[in-house]
């Protein structure tokens, strides 16, 4: 028996159209409804039948949706749980995808009428690839997805975490400050950083020629990998997770300036040191499942995970 006998996918990009395949692949869900505010991206995913319904707004979307959830950048949210409150089904629950989550509860919350169980979740998987032809069911396998039930029906909470658990993720239960803060570290922070080095680059490139993008090295590879993703996506999330990712900045700032110290007066000891501790993180990275040892990182064209 499917989990869910209605899901509505708010936002056709490359989390709903995978959450619509895994949840069609496994038997999830009875019915799949999906819609996007691109006429566009609608017709595509209509085309290559992404979901069982395909309609034109999200009030029709969630209409006896006994699961909702919202896959649209995190600044748009309020607006489509605004849209979408009158037409919620009592009993339903509202979840979404954001890369933070305290801004998303603010956001959300207020217009979650009573009777209607809020439960936030945030699948950590994803490409640099964006659209309705993105999605592939495999993205979440062996990933995790963290779950901040808040003061949310158990119930609810259960049934959700069921439902990633069955489109194979790893699952984990979180504060929405706690998980704001680690993602800061583990995902906000790099991508900036990745954008700033494709920044310099840029301006590099000018001076000689594009020969910084003829010649990249696979350490410059794979940050213009990570700098590819959604721009719209990520504008929001650093705007929504300020002052996480301000924390986790200066943090960063400091060690850089101590390895500029070190790099400056020769300090081959302390580099040798700093380099050998932190590459355990790498191993650690791997022991725990989350990627390999294999060339590129374990990971083909069609499935890179940030």
């Known amino acids: 028996m499917p989990l869910y006998n209605r899901v509505a996918l708010i936002g056709l990009g490359l989390i709903a159209g995978s959450m619509s395949l895994a949840m069609r692949k496994h038997g999830l869900a009875g019915e799949v409804v999906g819609t996007a505010r691109s006429t566009e991206s609608r017709q595509i995913a209509r085309d290559i039948n992404l979901c069982d319904v395909i309609v034109d707004t999200a009030a029709e979307a969630v209409k006896d949706a006994d699961l909702v959830v919202l896959c649209v950048p995190v600044g748009a949210m309020a607006a489509v749980a605004a849209e979408i409150a009158p037409a919620l089904k009592a009993g339903a629950t509202v979840s979404d995808v954001g890369s933070v989550k305290r801004d998303v509860i603010e956001a959300v919350g207020p217009h979650i009428p009573e009777g209607v169980h809020f439960v936030p979740a945030h699948p950590l998987a994803g490409t640099e690839h964006s659209g309705p032809k993105s999605g592939f069911a495999k993205l979440f396998e062996n990933r995790w997805c963290l779950i901040v039930p808040g003061d949310a029906d158990r119930a609810a909470v259960d049934r959700l975490t069921q439902l990633w ?92 300036f101590a390895l500029q110290r070190a790099i400056r007066q020769g300090d081959g000891p302390y580099l040798q040191e700093y380099f050998t501790r932190t590459r355990a993180i790498r191993r650690g990275i791997i022991e725990a499942g989350q990627d390999t040892e294999a060339q590129n990182f374990g990971r083909d064209n069609t499935e890179d995970a940030t």
């Open 165 to 256: 658990q069955g489109m194979g993720s790893n699952t984990d239960e979180m504060d929405a400050d706690h998980h704001d803060l680690v993602l800061a570290v583990t995902s906000h922070t790099p991508h900036l950083i990745a954008y700033t080095m494709c920044g310099v680059a840029d301006d590099l490139g000018r001076v000689t020629d594009s020969e910084v993008i003829q010649y990249s090295a696979a350490g410059f590879r794979d940050f213009t990998r990570i700098a590819a993703s959604d721009p719209v996506m990520w504008r929001d999330v650093f705007l929504s997770n300020k002052d996480a990712t301000l924390e986790i900045l200066g943090r960063f700032t400091e060690e850089l």
